[in-house]
């Protein structure tokens, strides 16, 4: 439950009898879970609405997407050569500079030089 054990849930109950006492917490529970029901019907509605306003071409639009961590993982991580038996996969590097055309410089020879590219 929320990543609770039962030692911490034991906890809030006891906290919630003191701060509200036996007699009031029913009615603080259930006015608890009304007013979760609403927000989660106002996110509801807040998300319809926004794949609404955006149109057909959103329709695979998810909110949770725009997560960072979410966004990371489906743009970034999902490529099957990425991932490995459940674990990164390190790419080969590509190297930065091509390699030289007439081979290795000898020594003393002067590498070229291009005025232009400056």
């Known amino acids: 439950m929320f990543g609770l ?7 809030l109950i006891i906290i919630a009898l003191l701060v509200f006492g ?3 917490l029913p009615q603080a529970a259930a006015q608890a879970g009304k007013t979760l029901r609403n927000l ?3 996110a509801n509605n807040a998300r319809d609405d926004l794949r609404a306003g ?14 960072p961590r979410n966004f990371v993982r ?3 991580l999902e490529d099957d050569d990425v991932w490995k038996d459940g674990k990164p996969a390190v ?7 091509p390699a030289p055309v007439g081979g290795e410089l000898g020594v003393g020879e002067v590498p070229p030089y291009d005025n232009e590219a400056t």
């Open 54 to 67: 955006l149109g057909p071409e959103f329709s695979d639009f998810d909110p949770a997407d725009l997560n």
């Open 22 to 24: 036996p007699e009031k």
């Open 91 to 97: 790419a080969e590097a590509e190297p930065i500079y």
């Open 74 to 76: 489906k743009h970034l």
């Open 5 to 11: 054990g039962w030692l911490e849930v034991g906890a």
């Open 40 to 42: 989660r019907r106002m």
